[in-house]
């Protein structure tokens, strides 16, 4: 296994940029709308609640077996959450509904500031990528969905370590892909445990905080912290 970069002291220039997808790229309570109609209501505790089971089962089974054994793809993982979160908050999702939900995660709309982003990058000559917990068929489904084939250069999934973030062989998968070194690579994610995680393997990193959340109790800071996926560009001025 690859053990994590040492984080450098001060940050220069990284050579590329990866994203976190869910979350990051793609609205994950986005879906919320469709919930809100199924289950008038309780829409957005049903998003939220699914969201973070869908967390919580990516970490059990990948800590449960380090051989990759309980691994199973984000989308089944994903399913198992919905359903756990419907029977948590007592609503009855029939077979249709679940289908309905499933496919709207499916196709998750992008943050309205991705596009933009991406084309600035691109216009720099910024190679970008996706590392994501998510498996490759609902990576390429949520990418071609939003339009972004032509903006990314890799779309890399857990699935071939079989382990989810935070794991180091899934942060690792990165420099392998790039040819890079972590701390050349800008790491960018919207979820602050994952920015946490991204700096203690050792690359440069961005939280883009959107909700004004407190930092992570844990000693660590990300390398910068943005409100907007715009900040990315700071790392990376326009010649």
């Known amino acids: 296994m690859d053990k994590p970069t040492p984080r450098p002291n001060a940050v220069a220039q990284p050579a590329a ?3 976190d997808a869910y979350g990051t790229l793609f609205d994950v309570y986005s879906v919320g709308l469709l919930a809100e109609q199924l289950f008038p209501q309780r829409g957005e505790a049903l998003s939220l609640l699914w969201r973070d089971k869908q967390i919580e089962y990516t970490r059990l089974v990948t800590m449960s077996a380090a051989d990759g054994s ?4 984000f989308w089944e993982i994903t399913r198992a959450a919905l359903r756990f979160a ?12 679940e289908e309905r939900l499933m496919n709207q995660y499916r196709s998750l709309s992008a943050f309205p500031d991705v596009r933009e982003v991406l084309q600035a990058l691109k216009a720099r ?3 970008t990528g996706i590392l994501s917990n998510g498996d490759p068929a609902m990576l390429g489904i949520a990418v071609r969905s939003a339009g972004l084939e032509s903006l990314l250069d ?8 079989r382990a989810f973030k935070t794991d180091a062989r899934a942060y690792a998968l990165g ?10 690579i800008l790491f960018v994610s919207s979820n602050g445990w994952d920015a946490i995680g991204a700096t203690w393997y050792g690359y440069t990193t961005l939280w883009v905080n959107r909700a004004g959340l407190p930092l992570e ?12 996926l715009h900040d990315v560009l700071g790392f990376f001025p326009a010649r």
Not at 221 to 226: A, F, N, S
Request: a positive charge; proline letters at 10%.
């Open 86 to 97: 419907c029977q948590r908050l007592g609503l009855t999702l029939t077979d249709a509904a």
């Open 125 to 127: 000559g910024v190679p």
């Open 217 to 228: 109790q844990l000693d660590t800071e990300p390398g910068r912290i943005g409100s907007s």
């Open 70 to 73: 309980r691994y199973r793809p």
């Open 17 to 19: 940029v990866l994203f």
């Open 175 to 184: 420099p392998q892909t790039l040819g890079l070194a972590a701390r050349q």
């Open 154 to 161: 890799h779309v890399i999934s857990v699935e071939p370590v």
